[in-house]
């Protein structure tokens, strides 16, 4: 264990090991559990400021809000693969990345005091063979487990014996662990102590069963694990063409030859972490008093200030013995006064005896008759036995290869802290790269260092010999690492998992290091290594998320079906107590509401149309997983409506696989992961959406069945329509599954809705208004439900073309407003057509509209709007001064709802750049702004009925194209004001004025119609003096300082800027030459046309 560091932490991060001393100057650990820096917190009242951490002490079972400078860091869990750096102040510091961990732990065996140090991480084993997520191979089959579902073998004190499955049974509580009031694990092993009560048991199989356990089956007994074994694993297996498109129930035997390539959950060790640990004659067992003692004494601090965190406790703690004896030297005229009853683990008085209370004592201490101790006792703690082991503290040290090509061993993890950026040109040493500027030649290269400072690369070239069946070398030459990217195929970073290509041997194996003369060490799953060209092996995902394959997602294009998609958990973010922030999650869960009454309508009435054989199996699925996403909800409002461990739920998933299996569809095991029970940031992202398109997907299905069946009885013979109550409907409603889902779906999508409904509170309840319960349409017998569904922002029908004089349409074509003839094809949103609920209101809503956009719309925005199409709009924006986009032009196709204002208009964003120009503008035509409900950041703007598109197109200009556009990115505002928030927007601002005259090269190339006129007008105007003027910023001497962080630039961005800005000259000047040709025949024209006027008068 190394000393005390004395240097300041700047940034603390998740699963960050720390400490602190409390009012008896006692060492006490903890894990860090949320900071500032990547804070995820959906509820403002309980954010983190600048220089808090949220921890969790080992003392302690609820989370505290810690200052970072009342703790020190022990730990930073770093693996393989992760980007680090140092911190110098006023420094900028190459990055480097992991290509090692090495770990050391100090563990206590479970059940004693003692203590165990510098354990290392080979020697600690999963307490489960196979576990969730896991990396699998079954001879040449490669894949990961989904699903692990084991019996348990318990025995009593009384001596009863119950087996019980765990996949059903979630209430099996560690006793060690309850003891402290910690949440218990969700593994099991034998020896392990449980508490349970025997009455709540689901499907338990009584081996034996005494009197003593009859009578008291309702209250908490204590068990004993006997044996674990596994009793089911399904395994999405990997294939080339489909990825983890399969899931499988494998055999017993299976079971047995199952290898394990990778556990997940081994890549670091974190504290509290329970392993399974082989004692050695080497270990030496301390005390945890004296661990603790001298732990004390190595971290104490020269001057301890007054802790005012510790909150009190109300229950008596006995005191404990000083120490008779020490088995370390300590300081002189040192005294640490321990009194919890943390430091020991417990002993029982009497059978009956759970007190937490219970006083403490030494496993080593004579007991008396009646006292029973368990597991494990004392003389099982000899070298060559196997027990129970819980990770108190941890150390790390890792090898970087940093950018320059070197190499360092054994850096202390808290010396390093991740490199958080946007920038996709940071490269390092044996990543696999191509030439971006001519990304249709065969080569690619393989980088052998990078100057991170002038932001250049040193690459070795290579071709692949067909004949040869390997690489060979052409030249190593330096590049700007902004005319590089990287490769699509070659992605091998350390711990990544590979395949052979030879279809004589397939192996599977996982990523020593990715090398700089062009391979890739691989060891392979029986131990051996090898070096192999990135030709001949292949990458498989490291993550298997597919709980079902859905043949039908590939049809669904999520970024078309709603406008409200997040790029982050910061889009719900806010005071989840203003309305706000309320208002727009209550408008999209009313409608998933509304849906889901309309599905449970239609199947009601249509039951007898679904395909028992095809259609059961999507149904069922899908709405399995909208429970399951909806957890998101759980997530957001601190409830628990929609808990996989619910017994209605879990019921009813039993009954999902029992009928499915009827139909010869294998669905075993459990269909989530444990991990969903509580969300990751990355699936709340998406739930939301998801639940959307899974509700409209379900919709359709089932509208086209319903239409088919109608036109089917009208292709044979006249028939009266069934009613719900005719005897061909012959599947009674009560037995439908699906009808079962959806009443349970619906009873807590209500309770979450009138959750939010009363947070909003009182008379601002009416302000949700929704569409989605506006005249749902009741599905009926006699006639097909719709065959396209209303979504709350995007669905549209074909009308006739809309036709409407408004204003005198404009003359001038450079004038900012116009209202011109016909929509342009061209127009992103052309071929969606609106259906109007209330067309004159519409109607009035645009003209008001039309005149606050041609009297008021602010300088450098054009906006043209057309006739045949109210709906439809068209801005270009020009970059405001000041910052990197200054004379840059931005182009937006925009269309209004079809009850608008209440609802955002929809808008896609025109790009002519490979890369985002602003983290808020997406190559794909994506606008992130909080106006249009696509990102929320605390006190942001929302979408209301008073809303306008001048308000709209400001926040675009002013809160978009800003100076500063890094600190756009969700989340990367708390980097502002430091050292490397500074470096970072400096870097991607050198980036963002590359990206603009890039694109403008292609916009001048292809301008739109309804803009050319103004494109070419603007470059001609100011097309050379912005090529002077980021000329300038490249000077050697004396550049021009701009009013945004910039200077100095690196030589990367001058090779790369430099070729760029004569492209985009030469486009410039035959535009020019054109553009001058056309205005003087349109003079030469006005002049005529004048004359004839003259003449006629």
Not at 35 to 50: A, C, G, P, T
Not at 102 to 131: C, F, M, N, W
Not at 213 to 218: A, D, E, G, L, V
Not at 609 to 622: A, C, G, H, L, W
């Amino acid at each position: 264990m190394s000393h005390a560091n004395t240097e300041t932490i700047k940034e603390f991060y998740t699963n960050d090991v720390v400490y602190r001393h409390d009012n008896h100057k006692r060492i006490l650990f903890g894990v860090v559990v949320d900071s500032y820096e990547d804070s995820s917190d959906v509820d403002e009242r309980h954010s983190l400021q600048k220089g808090q951490i949220r921890v969790l002490w080992n003392n302690n079972s609820r989370q505290r809000v810690w200052r970072q400078s009342k703790v020190g860091l022990i730990n930073r869990s770093i693996i393989p693969g992760d980007i680090v750096r140092r911190f110098e102040n006023g420094k900028e510091t190459q990055r480097g990345y992991c290509k090692e961990t090495k770990q050391v732990a100090t563990v206590q065996i479970v059940g004693t005091d003692r203590v165990i140090e510098r354990v290392t991480t080979e020697r600690l084993h999963s307490v489960r063979p196979y576990d969730v997520a896991d990396a699998v191979c079954l001879g040449s089959k490669f894949g990961r487990i989904e699903t692990v579902d084991q019996m348990v073998t318990m025995q009593s004190k009384c001596g009863s014996i119950v087996n019980v499955l765990t996949s059903i049974n979630h209430d099996l509580d560690d006793y060690w662990l309850s003891k402290r009031n910690r949440i218990s694990i969700d593994a099991y092993y034998p020896g392990q102590e449980l508490i349970c009560v025997a009455s709540n048991f689901e499907q338990p199989h009584w081996i034996k069963k005494s009197k003593t356990m009859k009578r008291n089956i309702q209250s908490r007994q204590r068990f004993t694990v006997q044996k674990v074994e596994d009793v089911l694993i399904e395994i999405a297996w990997y294939s080339n063409t489909s990825g983890y498109s399969h899931i499988s129930e494998i055999s017993q035997d299976d079971i047995k030859k199952l290898k394990v390539l990778e556990h997940p959950s081994d890549t670091f060790l974190e504290l509290a972490d329970r392993r399974l640990l082989k004692l050695s004659t080497s270990d030496v067992l301390l005390q945890k008093k004296d661990w603790t003692k001298k732990l004390t004494l190595m971290y104490r601090p020269e001057v301890v200030p007054k802790v005012r965190h510790i909150v009190s406790c109300t229950s008596k703690i006995p005191r404990i013995s000083r120490l008779r004896s020490l088995s370390l030297v300590y300081a002189q005229n040192e005294e640490v006064n321990f009194n919890s009853e943390e430091d020991e683990w417990w002993t029982e008085e009497s059978d009956e005896s759970d007190n937490d209370g219970t006083t403490s004592s030494r496993i080593n201490n004579s007991t008396k008759n009646n006292k029973r101790h368990f597991p494990p006792k004392s003389q099982d703690l000899v070298p060559g036995n196997t027990l129970a082991v819980e990770v108190i503290c941890v150390e790390s040290k890792v090898n970087v290869v940093w950018q320059d090509g070197s190499e360092e061993k054994d850096i202390p993890s808290i010396q390093l802290y991740y490199s958080i950026s946007l920038d996709d040109h940071e490269f390092f040493p044996g990543e696999w790269v191509i030439n971006d500027s001519k990304p249709e030649t065969d080569s690619y290269g393989v980088v052998q260092s990078v100057n991170y400072l002038e932001r250049t690369a040193s690459i070795k070239w290579f071709t692949y010999s067909e004949t040869e069946k390997k690489p060979l070398e052409l030249a190593i030459n330096e590049m700007s690492v902004y005319d590089l990217k990287k490769h699509s195929k070659f992605v091998f970073r350390p711990r990544s998992i590979v395949k052979s290509k030879a279809a004589e041997e397939e192996k599977t194996g996982i990523v020593i290091d990715s090398c700089i003369e062009g391979y890739v060490k691989v060891q392979w799953l029986d131990g051996t290594e090898e070096n192999c060209w990135p030709q001949d092996i292949e990458f498989i995902p490291e993550a298997a998320d597919c709980a079902f394959s859905d043949e039908d997602s590939s049809v669904d294009d999520p970024g078309d079906c709603v406008s409200w998609e997040t790029e982050s958990i910061e889009s719900f973010a806010g005071d989840m107590t203003d309305e706000t922030v309320l208002q727009p999650l209550a408008a999209r869960l009313d409608f998933i509401r509304s849906r889901i009454i309309y599905l449970k309508d239609a199947f009601r009435q249509h039951t007898h149309i679904v395909d028992p054989y095809k259609e059961t199996v999507i149904f069922v699925k899908d709405l399995l997983l909208i429970y399951e996403n909806s957890s998101y909800l759980d997530k957001l409002l601190g409830t628990s409506f929609f808990s996989l461990q619910s017994k209605h739920f879990q019921f009813l998933l039993l009954r999902a696989k029992q009928k499915l299996k009827t139909l010869g569809v294998e669905v075993k095991g459990m269909l989530f992961s444990e991990d969903n029970i509580s969300p990751s940031i990355s699936k709340i992202k998406i739930a939301e959406k998801e639940n959307i398109n899974k509700m409209i997907k379900l919709e359709n299905k089932i509208n086209a069945q319903i239409f088919e069946r109608k036109e089917g009885r009208e292709s044979t013979a006249p028939a009266t329509p069934l009613s719900p109550d005719s005897p061909d409907n012959s599947c009674s409603s009560q037995d439908n599954l699906c009808i079962e889902l959806l009443s349970m779906l619906k009873v807590r999508m209500d309770l979450a809705y009138a959750e939010i409904i009363s947070r909003i509170g009182g008379s601002q309840a009416f302000t949700v208004v929704t569409k989605a319960s506006d005249k749902i349409p009741t599905p009926c017998s006699s006639t097909p439900l719709p065959s396209v569904p209303i979504t709350p922002e995007d669905s549209f029908l074909s009308t006739s073309p809309l036709k409407l004089n408004l204003m005198g349409k404009g003359q001038d074509e450079n004038e900012p407003f116009m209202i011109v003839e016909d929509a342009p094809p061209t127009h992103h949103y052309y071929a969606s057509q609106l259906e109007f609920t209330d067309f004159q209101r519409f109607v009035k809503a645009v003209e008001k509209e039309y005149r606050s956009l041609k009297d008021s719309l602010p300088p450098g925005v054009w906006v043209r709007c057309y006739a045949d199409r109210l709906d439809l709009l068209s801005v270009m924006i020009k970059g405001p001064a000041k910052t990197p986009y200054e004379d840059g032009l931005f182009l937006f196709d925009i269309q209004l709802s079809n009850d608008y204002p209440r609802s955002p208009p929809l808008v896609h964003y025109v790009s002519y750049s490979s890369e985002r120009l602003n983290p808020n503008l997406y190559v794909e035509g994506k606008v992130c702004v909080s106006l249009l409900g696509t990102w929320m950041g605390r006190g942001t703007e929302v979408w209301g009925p008073n809303s306008t598109l001048l308000q709209l197109i400001v926040s675009i200009q002013g809160l978009i194209l800003v100076s500063e556009p890094y600190y756009n990115e969700a989340g990367y505002d708390k980097q502002t004001d430091t050292q490397q928030g500074y470096e970072n927007s400096r870097t991607y601002n050198e980036l963002v004025i590359l990206k603009l005259i890039q694109s403008m090269k292609e916009m001048l190339r292809s301008p739109p119609d309804m803009f050319k006129s103004e494109i070419h007008t603007h470059f001609a105007k100011n097309g050379r003096n912005l090529c002077h003027k980021l000329r300038s910023y490249c000077q050697d001497s004396e550049p021009i300082t701009p009013e945004f962080p910039l200077l100095p630039v690196s030589k990367g961005l001058k090779l790369s800027l430099t070729a760029s800005l004569t492209a985009f000259e030469d486009v410039l000047i035959k535009i020019c030459d054109k553009s001058e040709v056309a205005n003087a025949n349109q003079e030469a024209e006005n002049v005529i046309q004048k004359q004839e006027i003259r003449d006629q008068a």
